[in-house]
């Protein structure tokens, strides 16, 4: 553990002479404000993804006082600062914190920081079991909902609900191509129970792509969404 925390503290040493990143702020529901200000603190190179990721310190403020430090990494650090977005995720009333760690030509991948009403701070929220991409919310409803593309044909669209801190699935809709056979793909919706073990595909067929027209294939998607969506409570 000792060379880690050598890095990162020769980081924030170093740190104190780079430039801050553009500000932003974010409002409480008791009203207080608190100020964001996002402090780039190095690069490392990230071995698995062959790629270099961007360090950060990302400093909340409370009237000029410092309310909490958080650290996160990107690999997206443009010049204006890394992509952050407040919003209320989990619709408790609080504004979280999305961050956007890589961003793709379809697809994106997230950093998330849940405000905690008991601890009054924010805390990094670990969603290693789920890919949230191009997500939309539904706050009237209490659903989350996510789509990962995979093709110009492909993909897998679904539906979540919060239960306390927890993100559970309620249904899932994905189009796929054949394991064997890349011209044939699949509609396959998935309905949960209360657990994520219960499930039930409730509705299958195929497509042969060679034969299909742009209709049956539009067609599909449009089912895809129906089927997935009906009679949701």
Not at 92 to 107: E, K, M, V, W
Not at 161 to 179: C, F, G, M, N, Y
Not at 213 to 223: A, G
Request: charged letters at 25%; hydrophobic letters at 35%; a negative charge.
């Amino acid at each position: 553990m000792r060379k880690p925390l050598v890095f990162l503290l020769l980081l924030f040493l170093c740190a104190c002479s780079l430039p801050a990143l553009a500000d932003d702020s974010l409002s409480l529901p008791d009203g207080r404000q608190l100020r964001l200000e996002p402090l780039h603190l190095g690069d490392q190179y990230q071995i698995e993804q062959a790629n270099f990721e961007s360090i950060f310190m990302l400093n909340l403020y409370e009237n000029d006082a410092l309310f909490q430090q958080l650290y996160f990494t990107t690999q997206e650090n443009r010049e204006e600062g890394p992509f952050i977005k407040a919003q209320d995720l989990n619709f408790d009333g609080y504004p979280d914190l999305d961050i956007i760690y890589q961003l793709g030509a379809s697809n994106s991948r997230h950093i998330f920081f849940f405000y905690d009403q008991d601890t009054g701070k924010y805390e990094p929220w670990q969603y290693s079991y789920m890919w949230l991409s191009n997500y939309t919310l539904d706050p009237e409803n209490g659903y989350l909902i996510n789509y990962v593309h995979d093709s110009a044909i492909t993909g897998t669209k679904e539906i979540y609900r919060w239960e306390e801190k927890t993100l559970q699935p309620v249904r899932s809709a994905h189009i796929r191509h054949d394991e064997y056979d890349y011209d044939t793909v699949h509609l396959e919706i998935t309905y949960y129970g209360d657990s994520p073990a219960k499930r039930e595909t409730v509705h299958y067929r195929s497509l042969d792509l060679m034969s299909a027209s742009d209709e049956e294939i539009l067609s599909m998607h449009q089912e895809m969404d129906e089927r997935l969506f009906k009679d949701l409570k």
